[in-house]
């Protein structure tokens, strides 16, 4: 599994988040989650479970194959810039 730097988690989420036009409690339902869990990740309060990260990079993952140009270069950047090899 990938695996981001601990203290980027927290902007990966955000920059996700927004990439994917979702509010926080909209992109806690994508994931399973509460609103106030994305919250905390997000500002560095807590990390996400493996499970959750999975999750995560499952949505980086879907973004960077997508059809649609502007999004596979936005998700192909976001995971080169947090999972970099």
Known sequence: M???KQPEIGKL???LRQEMGLTQEKFAAKLGVTFPTINRWENGR???S??????????L?????SPKEALRE???????KYFPE
Do not use: H
């Open 13 to 15: 989420i955000r920059e």
């Open 50 to 59: 493996p499970l959750a990260m999975e999750k995560v990079v499952s949505l």
């Open 2 to 4: 990938l695996t981001a």
């Open 46 to 48: 807590s990390q996400p």
């Open 74 to 80: 936005r998700g192909q950047d976001l995971l080169s």
């Open 61 to 65: 993952t879907q973004m960077s194959n």
